[in-house]
């Protein structure tokens, strides 16, 4: 908007991302196992993973709905927030409560990350978006609405699902299910590395 207005020249302008710590956020599967004993996922089971306040913003309502849909795999939402009551009546109504565990607010989401194999973020709308930044920097492929910032982060259209349609993101997913060990990789290597490590290390953005 700055730059249409010529309140300043393009070439003058330089984005400065959110920063996360990537001696943190790190692809270390042995951190997760023993949340996926505790939660009881074998090591086969397929988890998608969602991190957000519960709340409109965030949709989880849409994402619960999506998820239904799918006839296998587990999906935990970590977060608090004044849809929690409601969240779980829908969990319910949909029949997935054997499949879905709302697992509050953590403190150890390194952990959580590398116990999932898919991250879902199911954003109305957005800023930033950094638990992306965070989740493929631990080597997890990842599912994004377009909300705000999110497909700047992913850099990847074809893991990116327009707002308000989540429920058709069936070609990423498919994809996912299907090549899941190989996209651990992909991610890691063609994402997870050159974004986070270029674009949203805290180290290099503070230098």
């Given at each position: 908007m700055f730059i249409k207005r010529k309140a300043f020249r393009k070439q003058d302008n330089l984005a400065v991302y959110n920063g996360i710590d990537l001696s943190r956020f790190v692809p270390d599967r042995s951190l997760g196992e023993d949340l996926r004993k505790e939660l009881g996922v074998g090591p086969d089971d397929f988890v998608f993973f969602n991190a957000g306040r519960l709340t409109a913003a965030k949709d989880?309502?849409?994402?619960?709905?999506?998820?239904?849909?799918?006839?296998?795999?587990?999906?935990?939402?970590?977060?608090?927030?004044?849809?929690?009551?409601?969240?779980?009546?829908?969990?319910?109504?949909?029949?997935?409560?054997?499949?879905v565990k709302l697992l509050g607010a953590r403190?150890?989401?390194?952990?959580?990350?590398?116990?999932?194999?898919?991250?879902?973020?199911?954003?109305?709308?957005?800023?930033?978006?950094?638990?992306?930044?965070e989740a493929m920097a631990c080597g997890l492929p990842v599912i994004t609405t377009d909300a705000g910032g999110c497909a700047e982060v992913v850099q990847n259209d074809f893991f990116v699902v327009?707002?308000?349609?989540?429920?058709?993101?069936?070609?990423?997913?498919?994809?996912?299910?299907?090549?899941?060990?190989?996209?651990?990789?992909?991610?890691?290597?063609?994402?997870?590395?050159?974004?986070?490590k270029v674009h949203f290390g805290a180290a290099d953005l503070a230098d």
């Open positions: 989880q309502d849409n994402l619960l709905r999506a998820f239904s849909r799918l006839p296998h795999g587990q999906l935990w939402i970590a977060g608090e927030g004044e849809l929690r009551d409601e969240l779980s009546s829908t969990v319910a109504a949909l029949g997935i409560r054997e499949r403190s150890d989401m390194a952990r959580c990350y590398n116990a999932a194999d898919c991250f879902v973020l199911s954003s109305a709308w957005e800023g930033f978006g950094i638990v992306l930044a327009i707002t308000d349609v989540l429920q058709r993101c069936k070609f990423p997913v498919a994809y996912i299910l299907t090549h899941h060990r190989l996209c651990h990789l992909d991610i890691l290597f063609i994402i997870g590395c050159r974004c986070n």
